[in-house]
Nanobody, 113 residues
Framework: EVQLVESGGGSVQAGGSLRLSCTAS????????MGWYRQAPGNECEFVST???????YFSQSVKGRFTISQDNAKNPVYLQMNSLKPEDTAVYYC???????RGQGTQVTVPS
């Protein structure tokens, strides 16, 4: 059974930083494109970032320049480093194989306005 577990969320002041982690069981990240997605209350699931198996990275316009995605190797977590956080970044963040969606437990990120 494939399981992805997100962690690292929390509440942080605007301008602050958080690093989210995604660990997997039941499969390895090797040869898998991985992505981060988020969903704010009342909103649809939104693409945030992906990292391809070849290391290529992609970001939504709303987070480009502020977020980075990384993975050290096929067995390590996939990270989402979030800097210069804004209130509009408040959401539950999910990791999934790309293309993916907002499913699973997720981790809450709150940036009070």
């Amino acid at each position: 059974e494939v399981q992805l577990v997100e962690s690292g969320g929390g509440s942080v002041q605007a301008g602050g930083s958080l690093r989210l982690s995604c660990t997997a069981s039941g499969f390895t990240f090797h040869d898998s494109d991985m992505g981060w997605y988020r969903q704010a209350p009342g909103n649809e699931c939104e693409f945030v970032s992906t990292i391809s198996s070849d290391g290529s990275t992609y970001f939504s316009q709303s987070v480009k320049g502020r977020f980075t995605i990384s993975q050290d190797n096929a067995k390590n977590p996939v990270y989402l480093q979030m800097n210069s956080l804004k209130p509009e970044d408040t959401a539950v963040y999910y990791c999934d194989r790309s293309p993916g969606s907002c499913r699973g437990q997720g981790t809450q990120v709150t940036v009070p306005s």
